[in-house]
């Protein structure tokens, strides 16, 4: 066989191949449609017993919710910025502590993780009880982290307030 005889097999089958690849059919296929009387539901059907073991432990959820919100609080530092006194704060979830004039109360607390960084966070609202315009506006209201309190400051001519951590059971 001649080195020429091959070439041209070869050059032969290649055109065969990519003739069929390029003029080959695009053809779409697709699902066939549904009948939505047909399908049933997804959920199981429950009866009385398992209604009642569902309410039982969603009673016991609640309760453990409530011991966790009686017992977590937040530990905070407080300022004075003219006496340059500090202060650790104690502030239990949902209840209002004075600081000062300000009223702080936290109704949320915990632990994050940022960047693999584990960080304490809360909700916290604090009202100036010497402003008398409005008792239903805050000064602060908002999320404070405790590694950097500067994300969510909380502002106040003479009193600094920043999270330190979050205890929770």
């Given amino acids: 066989m001649k080195l020429g ?7 032969f089958l290649s055109i065969v191949f990519l003739s069929k690849t390029i003029f080959a059919e695009e053809r779409i296929t697709s699902s066939p449609l549904l009948n939505l009387e047909n399908i049933k539901p ?6 009385d017993k398992n209604i009642n073991q569902n309410n039982s432990k969603k009673i016991r959820e609640k309760k453990k919710k409530n011991l966790r919100s009686q017992y977590s609080y937040a ?22 502590k004075k600081y000062g004039p300000l009223e702080i109360k936290i109704l949320k607390c915990g632990k994050v993780k940022v960047n693999n960084k584990l960080d304490d966070v809360a909700y916290m609202q604090v009202k100036d009880l010497t402003k008398n315009d409005n008792e239903k506006v805050f000064i602060f209201n908002g999320w404070t982290f405790s590694s950097d309190p500067s994300l969510t400051p909380f502002d ?3 009193y600094d307030l920043q999270l330190l951590n979050c205890f929770s059971v």
């Fill in 42 to 47: 997804s959920f199981e059907e429950m009866d």
């Fill in 156 to 158: 106040h001519a003479i």
């Fill in 5 to 11: 005889n091959n070439l041209n097999l070869v050059i």
């Fill in 75 to 96: 530990v905070l530092i407080g300022l004075d910025k003219i006496t340059a006194k500090s202060s650790e704060i104690k502030v239990n979830l949902n209840e209002v």
